[in-house]
């Protein structure tokens, strides 16, 4: 069983940063997967970065909406994920949720990932 915990959310004004972390339980954390995806209100939860694990360790995927903007890392002696979010729109305004796992070739999906830590709410102001 593998615990995630999000932190680093809060408020902020457009154009500033915020970096979210995930602290992961369990011996596993280096093989695993990382994501990072985001729910804002009434809407759908969307994927926004992953970093892979294993081998394949530090090839990383983003949505369309943050690339440039957005960089995912790991640091697995830390068992930690980060999200180093610069240049803040008010349209990143959402919960951000920590994924774990072995997603496989649709990262972008959450049905693809196994855990999920409880979330930390980011709002950006205009």
């Known amino acids: 069983q593998v615990q995630l915990v999000e932190s680093g959310g809060g408020l902020v004004q457009a154009g500033g940063s915020l970096r979210l972390s995930c602290a992961a339980s369990?011996?596993?954390?280096?093989?695993?997967?990382m994501g990072w995806f985001r729910q804002a209100p009434g809407k759908e939860r969307d994927f926004v970065a992953a970093i892979r694990g294993g081998s394949n360790g530090g090839i990383t995927y983003y949505a369309d909406s943050v690339k440039g903007r957005f960089t995912i890392s790991r640091d697995n002696s830390k068992n930690t994920a980060v999200l180093q979010m610069n240049s803040l729109e008010p349209e990143d305004t959402a919960v951000y949720y920590c994924a774990s796992g072995y997603a496989g070739a649709y990262v972008r999906s959450e049905t693809s990932w196994r855990y999920w830590g409880q979330g930390t709410q980011v709002t950006v102001s205009s």
């Open positions: 369990g011996r596993t954390f280096s093989s695993y997967d």
